[in-house]
């Protein structure tokens, strides 16, 4: 299978090696996160306090995410 090579801040590499499971590529990561559909509304008051600076993380990575895209 052709593969591709992406470029991201070392923050946001950082982040989606955390979420990686154990023995998951990072391809099945993106297959993994992309599947998943759902709304802030569902989420909502799930998390504890670090959801917080994760909250403040992804919205760093959205923002440059926007940013890289223009």
Not at 1 to 14: D, G, L, T
Not at 22 to 51: H, K, P, Y
């Amino acid at each position: 299978m052709p593969s591709r090579n992406i470029a991201v801040q070392r923050e946001v590499y950082e982040a989606l090696k955390k979420e990686k499971r154990a023995g998951e590529s990072f391809t099945g990561l993106f297959v993994r996160l992309l599947n998943q559909r759902g709304t802030i509304e569902e989420v909502r008051g799930t998390w504890g306090e670090g959801g917080a600076e994760d909250l403040r993380r992804l919205a760093r990575i959205r923002k440059f995410a926007e940013g890289s895209s223009r």
